[in-house]
């Protein structure tokens, strides 16, 4: 195969998993919007977290909430609870880094606030322990999630939601979850600005 066929390949192998979440995760997703729009509108805030690539998309849905999508507004509060290095590596060095998010979700969290976490197989540890500490916190998650949803699936509680983008490339996963990022972006402002 050469590289021009190779690069059709991933761009069909991308449309076919997006094609087929969508039947899936059309009303999820608009249920998701509505929910983190009740808890902004509450006085809430957004924390979000993941690893790797994860970690890219957990930050930039949270600068598109305190900046802007594609419309002008106020910003909205998130925090990526993946930028700080200082603290991560602290944490991981003095605890575990299993703990990583789940202290910062035990300090900044508040009954009200929501977590927002990305993973691509439902199996991080550090993610899961931020869930539980979050549920601790009275607060509700939405879990981004792939392939057959992993441990993750088992800890979401009555009022989470999850997302779970069914394929089993990572690279596929990640893709979906950022065209779910855009769409939840979008459906977020048109619910607090208007269409």
Do not use: W
């Amino acid at each position: 195969m050469n590289l021009i066929e190779h690069i059709n390949n991933i761009y069909s192998q991308n449309v076919q998993v997006q094609m087929d979440s969508l039947s899936e995760l059309a009303h999820p997703i608009a249920s998701c919007a509505e929910l983190i729009v009740n808890r902004l509108l509450e006085g809430g805030k957004i924390l979000t977290c993941g690893n790797g690539g994860c970690a890219g998309n957990a930050q930039h849905f949270s600068s598109i909430m305190l900046n802007r999508f594609e419309r002008e507004r106020p910003g909205l509060p998130a925090v990526a609870l993946t930028t700080d290095s200082s603290t991560l590596t602290a944490i991981a060095n003095d605890y575990d880094y299993d703990e990583v998010f789940a202290k910062q979700v035990r300090t900044l969290g508040h009954p009200g606030d929501l977590l927002l976490v990305f993973t691509t197989s439902g199996n991080s540890e550090n993610i899961n322990a931020a869930i539980q500490v979050a549920h601790e916190r009275k607060m509700l998650v939405i879990a981004l999630n792939g392939r057959d949803g992993g441990r993750l699936s088992g800890l979401l509680l009555e009022g989470d939601e999850e997302l779970c983008v069914s394929s089993d490339s990572t690279a596929r996963i990640l893709e979906a979850h950022l065209l779910i990022i855009h769409c939840l972006c979008d459906l977020i402002d048109r619910q607090l600005l208007g269409h």
